[in-house]
């Protein structure tokens, strides 16, 4: 059955999946939602002998009905190929008390975005050619430290394309910061906003929905698409490795048939947890869905209170990708839960964008039954990272250290205990490699690393988890700097109108 993608602001003129990734955002300036969530056409039995890719095709053959058998798995081979250090893609690794991490961490950039943006270009790509599309694609992104490495390495020099990324320039690690701003490519910019990822997001949203600026740019032969995670292009790709992951505990005799696995997700924009959401609506058997924030726990107070407000202090932590309070992907569970009301989804986000805030009804509240939001602060992520390691040898970054002091929250609570009890397996998202956070992770292991410098401390992390160090470290160790533009917010579309050679 064919799935077609409508915004969460208007039910009028579905699209098909390839028109949606091309556009990224609609017109409205909602989110394309699926018209229906499809249900597996595979049994658990099946998905637990099938590799990486080929889960992959089956899953997202149901979401992208308009791409050809042929297009889609073509799209596939080219994303999860030898760009990954590991034939696997996504190893589980099981650490201590028979709960799993899930490391997402193994493609070039090192971070978990790599899943969804190895393959973004070629879906688009494809896309365009399907929908014959002249322009060229301007691919507009901000990124709190991860999406735009992972995005850059991506798009890099793909014909047709050019792309555009924003930062917060005081607001990621050195590392994050150093492999976008020795990205090469000639249709490649990196621009470091002085603000945070709020308003370098917020900036881009103003440019896409600026219509005049959009007929401007398509009479000069430009269109713009994102590859943020609001794009549907962006969430599809990161349902398979839930499927993958159950799929792979089965065949190791970790879990038994439709045995419930509990998911505990580092979030902030919130698409990454969204993913293992549709996961479980397809049929895939998760237990809670356990959100995990830091001290910018906007999402811990939702869930608990069924109020959303951005209105409080920004916090910079140990885990930049997830100082996020503007969940962009939270807008697309609001419609669902919404009972797909999209006037009442739209009311909701012009209060978030009027007042800074929204509050959902109690009948919306009953039907997230199936989240739960802890939140870990810095000195508790510290710990977990320093207990992980001391307990077992496994080394996590700041972002995984807070999914896991959560769960550890979790299984204090009543509820968690009840499942532990039970026998219930727990699976955490590593969404980065330490590698990437070196500074952050050595000195919660021990105070002795706070003076070097995060390549020196890349050997000794190296050496201490023993683990080769990264190729996408050791790529930047003495790469030149290609990128060295700021600018404020409110300077964005002028950025992007030089860079184009638009006047």
Do not use: W
Not at 195 to 211: E, L
């Amino acid at each position: 059955m064919e799935v077609l993608y409508k915004s969460t602001r208007s039910n009028k003129n579905p699209v098909h999946a390839s028109e949606a990734i091309l556009k990224g955002l609609s017109d409205d300036g909602g989110l394309f939602v699926p018209d229906h969530i499809p249900v597996l056409d595979r049994t658990l039995k099946e998905l637990a002998v099938m590799d990486y890719r080929q889960t992959a095709y089956e899953v997202m053959k149901l979401y992208l009905t308009d791409f050809t058998k042929e297009e889609l798995k073509t799209c596939i081979d080219r994303a999860y190929d030898s760009k990954f250090d590991t034939d696997v893609i996504a190893p589980l690794r099981e650490a201590e008390d028979g709960h799993f991490y899930l490391e997402l961490f193994h493609g070039p950039t090192i971070a978990f975005k790599d899943m969804a943006l190895s393959i973004l270009p070629h879906l688009m790509i494809t896309a365009a050619r399907k929908n014959h599309i002249d322009n060229e694609i301007v691919i507009l992104t901000a990124t709190s430290g991860d999406t735009g490495k992972a995005a850059l390495a991506g798009f890099a020099d793909v014909e047709g394309t050019r792309i555009v990324v924003f930062y917060p320039k005081d607001g990621v690690s050195p590392i994050q910061e150093r492999q976008m701003v020795t990205q090469k490519g000639k249709n490649t910019l990196v621009v470091g906003i002085h603000g945070n990822f709020d308003d370098a997001q917020t900036g881009v949203k103003k440019i896409f929905s600026d219509r005049e600026f959009e007929r401007e740019l398509d009479e000069k032969g430009f269109q713009f698409s994102s590859a943020n995670s609001i794009n549907i292009g962006r969430l599809v790709p990161q349902i398979c490795y839930y499927v993958y992951a159950y799929a792979q505990l089965m065949a190791q005799g970790k879990i038994g048939e439709g045995e419930p696995l509990d998911v505990v997700v580092p979030t902030g924009n919130f698409g990454n947890i969204l993913a293992a959401y549709y996961a479980k609506r397809m049929g895939l058997p998760i237990g809670k869905l356990i959100c995990a924030s830091n001290e910018n726990k906007v999402l811990y107070d939702f869930f608990r209170t069924g109020t959303y407000d951005r209105n409080r202090k920004f916090v910079l932590t140990s885990s930049p990708s997830m100082d996020i309070l503007i969940s962009s992907n939270l807008e697309r569970l609001i419609y669902h839960i919404a009972g797909e009301d999209a006037e009442k989804n739209r009311s909701l986000m012009e209060a978030l964008s009027g007042q800074g805030k929204y509050e959902i009804t109690a009948q919306m509240r009953e039907k997230l039954e199936d989240f739960r939001g802890f939140y870990a602060d810095e000195e508790q992520t510290r710990a977990e990272i320093r207990r992980l390691y001391e307990k077992c040898g496994y080394v996590i970054d700041t972002h995984t250290a807070v999914a896991s002091a959560v769960l550890r929250q979790y299984l204090e609570s009543p509820e968690g205990g009840e499942a532990k009890a039970q026998g219930r397996r727990a699976l955490v998202v590593s969404t980065a490699s330490p590698f990437k956070f070196t500074g952050s992770v050595m000195k919660a292991i021990d105070e002795k690393y706070g003076s070097m410098g995060d390549f020196e401390l890349a050997d000794e992390l190296s050496a201490l988890a023993k683990v080769k160090v990264p190729k996408a470290i050791e790529e930047i160790r003495t790469a030149a700097v290609v990128h060295d533009r700021q600018c404020d917010a409110d300077e964005m579309k002028d950025v992007v109108r030089e860079f184009l050679g638009i006047r």
